[in-house]
């Protein structure tokens, strides 16, 4: 039954970890996207969180992607005077989303990922030689 509880809990962390890519792309998709009009506000930077819960049923702690949060750093300003949104000195904000952090946190959130398909390819061969031992 410890077999299953670890598949159980890797799924978890696949799923968490596909959730937080997700956000991460969204990021990275929106960092160069100014205001559509003066006084806008740019795209902000959203930040994935986990929590973790209680699976009754199998009696393990399993982990989901919790509440994405808002940025609240500064936005980027970029020097644009023909920009439709810049303000009167010829500044336009920009988001506050730095492209090197993302593909850090993607490229993290990915062998994370890796890491729990691992485990549960592992599992899954640990359970079928314990098959074909019990069939020889």
């Keep these: 039954m410890d077999l299953l509880k670890s598949i159980a809990v890797a799924a978890s962390g696949l799923r968490s970890q ?73 500044n336009v904000q920009m988001p506050n989303v730095n492209s090197l952090v993302e593909t850090v946190d993607m490229r993290e959130a990915q062998r994370s990922y890796e890491a729990n398909l691992n485990l549960i390819s592992s599992t899954r061969r640990m359970i079928q030689r314990t098959i074909d031992i019990l069939r020889a």
Aim: no cysteine; charged share 30%.
């Design 18 to 90: 596909s959730g937080r890519m997700r956000v991460i792309a969204e990021n990275l998709a929106n960092a160069d996207s100014g205001p559509e009009r003066a006084g806008a506000e740019p795209y902000r930077r959203k930040i994935p969180t986990f929590q973790r819960h209680l699976d009754r049923d199998l009696d393990a702690q399993l982990v989901a992607l919790g509440k994405v949060q808002r940025d609240p750093s500064a936005f980027r300003t970029k020097y644009e005077p023909g920009n439709p949104a810049a303000d009167a000195s010829g």
